[in-house]
Nanobody, 123 residues
Framework: QVQLVESGGGLVQAGGSLRLSCAAS????????MGWFRQAPGKEREFVGA????????YYADSVKGRFTISRDNAENTVYLQMDSLKPEDTAVYYC????????????????WGQGTQVTVSS
């Protein structure tokens, strides 16, 4: 049974930082591209970024480029989302997801999802 468990969310002031973790189990982690998505209240879920399965290349949405960093530890079956210079508009539930393809930004391509972790950025 595949499980993705996010942690690290919380309340932070604008300009601050948070580091989210997503621990994966029940799958061969190194064969999966790992993505991060977020959903703000009243909005659709959107792509934040992803890190590839093969070479660990990271890709980001324009809205977070230069502020967020994705990394993975294949020995620990964990993917991270380091979020710096946070803005109130980053407030959302953040989800990690796993897929074995290469179309990173497409939500429908992801096979497995975590339950999400809340990030709230106060102004």
């Amino acid at each position: 049974q595949v499980q993705l468990v996010e942690s690290g969310g919380g309340l932070v002031q604008a300009g601050g930082s948070l580091r989210l973790s997503c621990a994966a189990s029940g799958l061969t982690f190194v064969t999966y591209t790992m993505g991060w998505f977020r959903q703000a209240p009243g909005k659709e879920r959107e792509f934040v970024g992803a890190i590839s399965r093969s070479f660990g290349m990271a890709y980001y949405a324009d809205s977070v480029k230069g502020r967020f960093t994705i990394s993975r530890d294949n020995a620990e079956n964990t993917v991270y989302l380091q979020m710096d210079s946070l803005k109130p508009e980053d407030t959302a539930v953040y989800y990690c997801a796993a897929q074995q393809g290469y179309r990173f930004s497409l939500e429908r391509n992801y096979d497995y999802w975590g339950q999400g972790t809340q990030v709230t950025v106060s102004s």
